[in-house]
């Protein structure tokens, strides 16, 4: 009696550790490459629940005040797909080396993404390099 005991109580833990959300994204860096002072610094990180409970982004924050992430509203089921907005201020000049960090309900909980690239100044071609 106690081995069926525990062999249910073991196969109940195992299906509730499978039955989790799973955030896949496209990409997890976003490269601007370089682009001129005061352009559009608005990019998307697009990324799919590929596990099968619904996925819930509770925060998403910005290891600086210059980039403002925006989390999607509600919930994303099991294999729909969304998106995380991510602005940049393109007002300044110099190397962009951020991580945007995403929390939810996740098999991975924690998630940090990247975005990188290069503000140049006016007057400057952004086929130029400021180095």
């Not at 005991?5 to 997890?28: C, N, R, W």
């Not at 989390?71 to 294999?79: L, S, T």
């Not at 080396?97 to 400057?124: F, Q």
Request: glycine share 8%.
């Amino acid at each position: 009696m106690k081995k069926v005991v525990l062999v249910a109580i073991a196969l109940i833990i195992g299906m509730a550790v499978q039955a989790q959300a799973k955030i896949d994204f496209k990409s997890e860096t976003i490269d601007y490459g370089t682009i001129a002072k005061g352009s559009d610094g608005v990019r998307v990180f697009e990324f799919t629940n590929t596990g099968d409970q619904p996925l819930i982004i509770s925060d998403v924050k910005s290891s600086c005040g210059c980039t403002v992430p925006k989390k999607p509203n509600g919930a994303v089921a099991p294999g729909e797909s969304n998106t995380i907005e991510v602005k940049y201020d393109t007002n300044r000049v110099g190397p962009i080396r951020k991580t945007v960090t995403v929390y939810s309900n996740a098999s991975e909980p924690v998630k940090a993404l990247k975005i990188k690239g290069e503000v140049v100044a006016d007057g400057k071609s952004v086929m130029e390099k400021t180095h």
